[in-house]
Structures are given as structure tokens and as C-alpha cells.
């Protein structure tokens, strides 16, 4: 199911209560950073009341000795040392909270994200996933960590400021009260204004986080079609875009700070003109006067904070939205209910379509498959041939469940005589290895690129499987030899090296069976070659395992047991090599146009 895309007026109202799941695991240090919160907020109360002891009674007595004002100093600094302590404790546990649970939230996001079948890519950019993971994880973090810390101190500070204005001053009270309300309520209607913009923004900046992975991924192609100047222009429109959505915010936002402002200092101005007024009528006693404006200095701080904390807290539920909607897109293909581990197969696995059918979902006009029916015994070799269109790595794609059928498709799978949907998606795909048309070589070193579908792998086995695929001589040649770094998508490698390395992978798994996609495609003639040669050693293991092979170079597949010719979705012809050539149908048209008789290919010397 691909992620609804967003307009910037509507919202799912999970918000900041999504994250509840990820804080649950942490209630003890929770309740930890709270109980230091709420000493911290009690010592900044106690300061008002141990200011007015020192004003109305050290001071009245320092007259006569001096010494009476030790007493009201030391507890000023006991107050305050308590508040410093509190504070750091506090402000400690919650930077911890905020980068453990965001760690955890981007953790399950990116597990999640790797269930998804490829028909989710279809339809989310990567760049989008990627902002997500990053950008909104580390607004995320900034609240939880730094901005909620801040809003629960200053709540409860001034929650308790208001409870002791009731209790020394009730009529003032009243008056706070009416204040307060007409700096709250307009602060709230400017915060939902901020909240659908601060959600559009984030889009817009993954909008532009989008265009800059696909390019950068891209980049030799862009290069060479001199392509520079039209990206960057691109980049600089989506990133223009972004700029005038999160201006508009900040406007906005501005405003709203602007207002509080504003606000909270006629609300102070004029509690200290009251004030001043009761001391000098002789209603209020100096040191009353320095408690109640205190506290009501701390409630206005409390409510600008709070407005402060309130514009970081829509973001924070902006972004938190955006996760949330990204970790709860269920993976459009799970195990069923029931499914079973696929059993170990020393022979192959035995692999039926029966009367396929299918279209993808993001094409569902056009039929990839048309009535596909093929058997296929263990331990087999088969190869499929014909036009790029004809539906062969449609195959492949329905046989690991990377796509699933759907409501106006028909036939099955079967997989050792049962439906491919009673074995559990691991096991499946653990008793499949492949090597893709363009061999995937990750950043990491040679050796772990070669284990990778078997990470245990001692190494001998990697060499062995390396030496198979005729790739240990490039290998040892590099630098660092076998633990050379490969740098991004393999650059440090030629394509034929890329490929030989992803079957020396395919052969180390050892898996069952065994899915070759056009391996020697875009090769040079050396290359393709070594990559046969590669190839030869893969297929050599006919009786151990099932092997299906998609090839447009006929002379890669001549050694199968099988070829199997399709055309617009469909089979129309199989047999072996010369049964083919004899019949003068596509298979013979096509070996035609690469000159092939019945020859077969030569593996080069090493």
C-alpha cells in the first residue's frame, strides 16, 4: 500500500501518541527525569518564599546585626544549588530518553521499510524514505530530548506559581487568570496554522530529498548527457519550494512568538503597577510585593516557553504523523497463516507455474503473463529466452514473492508440490539464490560482499566459491586483497567483475535453486567470457540444484536441459538447442541475428 500523499491541510490525529509504544520500554527513567522535573519546578517556587524571608525579615534586622542575614542567603543558595542539581539530572535523563527513543523509532521504521515488496518502491521515492528516517527522526528527538523537558519544567512551574498566587494573593488571582486565557487561546489558533505547515514542509523538504538521491545515484548518467545544469535547477526548485513553505511557517510561527511577547509583558507591567500600588497604600508588605512578582514573572515566562515549546511540539507531531504512517504501511506480502519453513533439499527444488497469469500493479492494463504453465523437475536446468517484454523475470519476481497476484490474476505456484504461499517468506528466499542482471555490490569489503547470503562462511569457503566464479585472481590483485573496501555500487570494480563477485555470492549460498538474470548482459567479449566461464561453474552443479536462467545471448544457455522461448507473456516454444534451431521458429530467428549455430561456447584458459 503506497503512503497517501500529503496536501498540507489534513492530518492523521496519531500525532505525538504514536510514540507511545517506543516510550513504554522506558517508564522507570521516565518516572526518574519526571520526579527530578518536579523537584527542579519545587526548588524555582521556593525561591519567591525564600526571597520574601530575606526582604521582610533579613532585612529589617540587618540594622541592628548584620548577621542576620547569613541565614536568609544560605537558603537563596541552597534553593539554587537544588536547582542545579535537579536540572542537570533532569536534563540528562531526558537527553537520553530523546536519543534512545528516536534510535528506536528510526530503527523500526528502517526494519519495516525492508518487509516492503517492491511494488511499495513503485510508488515512494527513496529520497522521501530517507528524509523521513533522518530529518523527521531528528525533529523527533529535538522534542522529546530538549523541547518537552523544556515545556513539562515550565508547566509545572507554572501550575505551582498560579497555585501559590491563589494562596497569597486570591483576588490577583482572578485577574491572572483572564490574562492568561487571552495569551492561550489565540496561541493555540495560531498553533494550528503552524502545525499543517510544519507538516508541509517536511514533505516539501523530502520532496527535494527525493530529486537528490535519484540524481546522485544516478550521477554518471547525468554527466554524461551534461545534464548538470538541468538537475541543479531541478534540485533548486524543489529546494525554492521547500524554502517558501517553511518561510510561510516561520511567519507564522513568528507571529505567534510575537504575540506571546507582547502579551506576557503588559500582563507583568501591569501586576508590578498593582503591586507597587498595594505597598505604597500599605496593603502589601515589600517582601509580598517581591514574592507575588516573582511568581508572577514565572508564570509569564512559563506561558511564552510554553508557546515556544507548543510551535517545537506541532512539528514534532508533523514529523511523528509522517513515521507513524510509514511504520504502520503493512508489507502488501507477509506469511500466510499456517505457512511452514520450506525443508532442505539436497537434489533441487522441484518448481510448477501453473496457467499464470498476472499484471502489475502499476500497470494493470497490461498483462506481464499470459497462461503460463511450466514444470520444472529438480535438479533441472532451464532457460528462458525471448524479447525484453516477454514476461521472463516476471517469473522470477512471483517466484520469491516480490510481487504477489492479484484480484484479476489467476493460476499458482507451486514450489515441492505445494502452493509458494504455505513456506514462510525466509525460508522461500533462503532456498533461492540470484544474480541479477546488474550484479548489486555493496560498499563494504570484497569478502563480506561475497558471504552475504551466508555471513557464517569461513574463509576457505569464500575462496573456494571465489576461485569457482573466476574472481580470486582480481580479487588478490586488489590492495587490501579480499578485505578491500569496494567502494559505493562497486565503482572500484568493472562490470564483469561486479558480475563474477555476484555469483561467486550465489555459489557460496549453495542454495537449492539457483535464478540466473541476463548475467552476461552489457558485457564486453572478454568479459562475457570470464563471466561464462563463471557461469559454467554455477551450472555444474546440475543434480544438486534446480537452475533457471534468463539470457538474450543464446550462446550463454546452450548447455541447459531446457529453453524454454516466451513472447508477449506466454511460451511459445521449448526444447533443447538443436530441437529449436530445427523447428525455424523465434528461437531460431533469434539465433540467427546472433549468428549462432550449433556450436557451443568456449570457456577461456585461466
Given at each position: ?11 492523521r ?73 535537579f536540572s ?33 518502491f513503485?510508488h ?6 530517507l528524509?523521513r ?6 525533529l ?16 509545572v ?5 498560579l ?14 487568570a ?12 495560531i498553533?494550528?496554522?503552524?502545525r499543517?505547515?510544519?507538516?508541509d ?5 523530502a ?14 548518467t ?10 541543479s ?5 524543489a ?23 507582547v ?6 507591567l ?17 517582601g ?105 523475470s ?24 505445494r ?5 514462510t517468506?525466509?525460508s ?10 546488474d ?14 547470503g551466508?555471513?557464517?562462511?569461513t574463509?576457505?569457503?569464500?575462496e ?33 567483475q ?6 561467486a ?54 548447455r ?11 511460451i ?10 530445427a523447428?525455424?521458429?523465434?528461437y531460431?530467428?533469434l ?5 549462432l549455430?550449433?556450436?557451443e ?6
Amino acid at each position: 500500500m503506497p503512503l497517501a500523499p500529503s496536501d498540507g491541510r489534513t492530518a492523521r490525529p496519531v500525532a505525538l501518541s504514536g510514540l507511545r509504544p517506543f516510550l513504554r520500554p522506558y517508564r522507570p527513567q521516565i518516572a526518574l527525569a519526571l520526579l527530578f522535573l518536579l523537584l527542579a519546578a519545587a526548588a524555582t517556587l521556593s525561591f519567591p518564599w525564600a526571597l520574601r524571608v530575606l526582604i521582610d525579615q533579613g532585612l529589617a534586622r540587618a540594622g541592628q546585626d548584620p548577621a542576620h542575614l547569613h541565614g536568609p542567603f544560605l537558603g537563596l543558595f541552597g534553593v539554587a544549588t537544588a536547582l542545579g542539581v535537579f536540572s542537570a539530572l533532569r536534563f540528562h535523563l531526558m537527553s537520553w530518553l530523546g536519543e534512545r527513543i528516536t534510535a528506536d523509532v528510526r530503527n523500526a521504521v528502517y526494519g519495516h521499510v525492508l518487509r516492503q515488496s517492491p511494488a511499495f518502491f513503485e510508488h515512494t521515492a527513496t529520497g522521501e524514505v530517507l528524509s523521513r528516517l533522518t530529518n523527521d527522526t531528528t525533529l523527533v528527538q529535538t522534542v522529546l530530548g530538549s523541547s518537552l523537558s523544556m515545556g513539562l519544567r515550565n508547566l509545572v512551574m507554572g501550575v505551582g506559581a498560579l497555585a501559590m498566587l491563589v494562596w497569597t494573593q486570591p483576588y490577583l488571582m482572578l485577574t491572572v487568570a483572564v490574562a492568561i486565557a487571552g495569551i492561550v487561546l489565540p496561541s493555540v489558533w495560531i498553533g494550528r496554522r503552524v502545525r499543517r505547515l510544519s507538516r508541509d514542509s517536511q514533505d516539501r523538504v523530502a520532496d527535494a530529498s527525493a530529486v537528490a538521491a535519484e540524481v546522485l545515484n544516478h550521477v554518471a548518467t547525468v554527466q554524461g548527457h551534461t545534464a548538470e545544469p538541468r538537475e541543479s535547477a531541478r534540485f533548486a526548485a524543489a529546494t525554492e519550494h521547500a524554502f517558501r513553505t517553511a518561510t510561510r511557517r516561520s511567519a507564522v510561527r513568528a507571529a505567534m512568538v510575537a504575540f506571546v511577547i507582547v502579551a506576557n509583558a503588559a500582563f507583568l507591567l501591569w501586576g508590578l503597577f498593582r503591586g507597587a500600588s498595594a505597598v505604597i497604600a500599605g496593603d502589601m508588605s515589600a517582601g509580598e510585593l517581591g514574592q507575588t512578582v516573582v511568581y508572577v514573572m514565572l508564570v509569564a515566562a512559563s506561558v511564552a516557553v510554553l508557546a515556544e515549546v507548543y510551535g517545537d511540539v506541532l512539528r514534532a507531531a508533523g514529523a511523528t504523523e509522517r513515521l507513524m504512517e510509514l511504520l504502520h504501511t503493512p508489507p502488501s506480502i507477509v506469511d500466510a497463516a499456517g505457512a511452514q519453513p520450506l525443508p532442505a533439499s539436497p537434489q533441487g527444488l522441484a518448481v510448477r507455474f501453473e496457467d499464470l497469469s498476472f499484471h502489475y500493479p502499476s500497470r494493470p492494463g497490461q498483462p506481464a503473463l499470459r497462461s503460463v504453465s511450466l514444470d520444472i523437475r529438480a535438479g533441472e536446468t532451464v532457460a528462458l529466452v525471448g524479447p525484453s517484454g516477454a514476461g521472463k523475470s516476471t517469473l522470477f519476481q512471483l517466484l520469491m514473492r516480490f510481487y504477489e497476484l492479484g484480484p484479476g490474476d489467476s493460476g499458482q505456484i507451486l514450489v515441492q508440490g505445494r502452493p509458494v504461499q504455505h513456506w514462510t517468506l525466509q525460508s522461500l528466499r533462503e532456498h533461492i539464490a540470484t544474480v541479477p542482471q546488474d550484479a548489486v555490490v555493496f560498499s563494504t569489503t570484497a569478502r563480506d560482499n561475497i558471504r552475504y547470503g551466508r555471513p557464517q562462511a569461513t574463509t576457505a569457503e569464500v575462496e573456494r566459491a571465489a576461485e569457482a566464479a573466476w574472481a580470486h585472481d582480481f580479487l588478490l590483485a586488489l590492495p587490501q586483497g579480499y578485505d578491500s573496501p569496494l567502494g559505493e555500487h562497486g565503482v572500484r570494480l568493472s562490470g564483469g567483475q561486479r558480475q563474477r563477485l555476484a555469483i561467486a555470492r550465489a555459489l557460496l549460498k549453495d542454495a537449492p535453486l539457483l535464478l540466473l538474470d541476463e548475467a552476461t548482459s552489457a558485457l564486453d567479449a572478454e568479459s562475457e567470457r570470464m563471466v561464462q566461464a563463471a557461469l559454467d561453474a554455477a551450472l555444474s552443479g546440475q543434480g544438486q540444484r534446480t537452475t533457471l536462467v534468463i539470457a538474450h545471448r543464446l550462446a550463454t544457455v546452450q548447455r541447459a536441459d531446457r529453453i524454454v522461448v516466451m513472447d508477449q507473456g506466454r511460451i511459445v516454444e521449448q526444447g533443447r538447442h538443436a530441437e529449436l534451431l530445427a523447428q525455424g521458429g523465434l528461437y531460431a530467428r533469434l539465433a540467427s541475428l546472433q549468428n549462432l549455430g550449433a556450436s557451443e561456447h568456449r570457456a577461456p584458459d585461466r
